[in-house]
DNA sequence: GATGAATGAGCCTTCATTCAT
DNA sequence: AATGAATGAAGGCTCATTCAT
């Protein structure tokens, strides 16, 4: 079963359902953590099922791991050079704490990759990342030569946006035993202030 | 061994040694991810010597984490409410980012450890971080009322310091590989970086 | 499937060339040493549809086995008492040779179930093999009391028979490699030797 | 626990032991069909106990086969070009059959390995068997040029030492049930039937 | 007649831990 | 204070077999 395009509707659906399933569990405890007898229980499947499906543990790593810097960057992608300048950045912050809310699991899937060393998405870092990382820095640069925006480092720009918005993904647990019962949903609260913060950042005028 | 205090030197020496190299095998695997041999291989040691000095692999892992907590609340504490509003936060910035200079291990033990749903740091964290969180959410708000920084959500302006900060320990990989080698040490930039958008994010005398 | 008589022409196929594939493997690897996986592979057929035609991995190994003793006592049952003693014997070796180039795999089968002490052929042996060695013992004994040949233990003379020709198709691999590329089929070569000894071995009028 | 030299006393006598159970499994089932639970039952040991002293399954195989071929080289070594040719031919005979008798296990492991491709010892049977087949086919076509021993093709000569001799080993399941009970040791016989037909290959007057 | 889907049992190996010295 | 020796439990993966279609 190494079909790139899982023929029929069950191969479709326990394909999904396995790497939802491994999502779960690599996310909270990273490849070496994680256990096909997690993964198969998650998923309401045997382990040698599992493995009927995807030829090893590492293989379904890999496949959700693949997807993952492609739709990690496509937010960046749609920085546009052409927009205004502040409304582009703060949409960008907007996209990424979007992502934050709609898939955690993902943010600390790519969390636990880096903090091991990024053994397998490195090359990706290395490479496309970098270079889409470079092209946007020039955008920023010029806006800041322009006036459009206040002068500050793009790429440290472009961490602080990565580091403020996937933290309320990463360290969700934290935040909100942190905030108490009281404020079940952190993400109203932390869009605006980090509009606020943003706003104030990039604001051009200042000293 | 279950005495508190090591007698002998050579303990003392040894009690180290094996801490230092669990801190370099947890931060990096986590806990489920790292292995004992590892460990011993670390710290030039015995597996069965290692675990004649701690009771097991859990002990280990918990008087890590155990100090923890305590390091990573300390600059917060020095937060003085009698002292500049905006200097007290800008020097609770730079100790956090001095901290994941010097301490990125014990960082990014941390972030292991709320990435896993912090079954081990939890109540600390409900108990003694959320309390102190909200001392300091007190000082700020007054800060905010008595107009020496821009108004802002003291909880997330906190989160923001963490994360900013601490992303410079925790994704340090990805960092280097986004700078590249002719930016060897990201440090300084971060430090300028960080000091320029928070001095803008408070400045008090803004829209 | 358990129909001893196979119905249409594709099942009749599909038995055989399920055979041929189990042939290939079990003679190399012995029963525990086979997959069913590399018989179905070898067979260009699934796993399940191997199971349609036969019970069991250990039925097509029966299968296997049932027919081999009959073939491998054939050869010896036309030693013909009535004939020319010499002449019988080395056709009777002749037999066995051309045996080892035509089937060596079937060789190579009866060559492991002995090894790994014979637990599916021994009664075969203990029962219809021994009467057969028997009876012709008594038929050599007879043609060297008659002093048609040379005395010689004629159980022991079998034995030579089998293991003189048998070697060809058993150690093929060796006796290739130790012969090198330049004498590409050794059996010419074993042919003409077996031919000289058993000669020298019978020629009756020796000391 | 890779060192070549066991240490310690308990070393010593666990790595034979094991050795020795291994010989058992792998000698009957081949590499492929023995488990290491059979050779840690048969050892009396547990599995990861077997594991604390080989590294792997095929570890101790290898250390198995590795001394293998030199015992199984070493009694051709000794034919000596200076000696009584049919007197060291049959010497050489008394040998292998000896080697059978004491080390059948030993024969039937290397069997089992030429049954299966030679996939571990190739190399050493294309390299050094070879290789001294070579040099006393020379001897051997010497010393029938001298009219010292009747014309043979010195190849298969050796080739039917081999054969014969392990015949006794390999089948031995073989040919005890064909003799019966009541001759329980085949070897004598087989020795005098042995000396018996080389004399009459190898005695030089003939036609 | 054939195959996709599924699994209990087993296999090799690793791991945390224990015991004896 | 330290390590060689040992193991039950678990981990990733394979295998023969079954079931449904």
């Known amino acids: 079963m190494n079909n790139r395009q899982p023929k029929t509707r069950i191969q479709q659906k326990n394909t ?40 090893s543990k590492e293989a379904i790593h890999t496949v959700l791991l693949e ?24 949409a ?16 600390r899937l790519f969390a636990n990759e880096i903090l091991q060393g990024a053994p397998r998405i490195g090359p990706a870092i290395e490479g496309e990342l970098k270079k889409l990382v470079e092209e946007k820095s020039i955008v920023i640069d010029r806006w800041i030569t322009e006036g459009k925006i206040a002068p500050v480092d793009p790429r440290h720009l472009l961490f602080s946006i990565w580091s403020l918005t996937q933290h309320y993904a990463d360290f969700d647990v934290q935040v ?5 019962e009281e404020r079940p949903d952190p993400f109203p609260d ?15 005028d200042q000293k």
């Open 190 to 204: 932390a869009e605006a202030f980090l509009d606020t913060i943003f706003t104030r950042i990039l604001a051009p």
């Open 92 to 107: 960008y912050v907007h996209r990424k704490l979007q992502m934050s809310r709609d898939f955690p699991r993902e943010s």
């Open 176 to 180: 909100r035993m942190v905030l108490g």
């Open 16 to 55: 999904l359902v396995i790497l939802e399933a491994a999502l779960d569990v690599f996310s909270q405890f990273g490849f070496r953590g994680s256990t096909l007898d997690q993964i198969a229980k998650t998923a309401g499947m045997s382990k040698p099922n599992l493995l009927y499906y995807f030829a």
């Open 67 to 90: 997807g993952l810097l492609e739709t990690w960057l496509e937010p960046l992608h749609k920085l546009d050079a052409a927009g205004n300048p502040r409304a582009e950045i703060l």
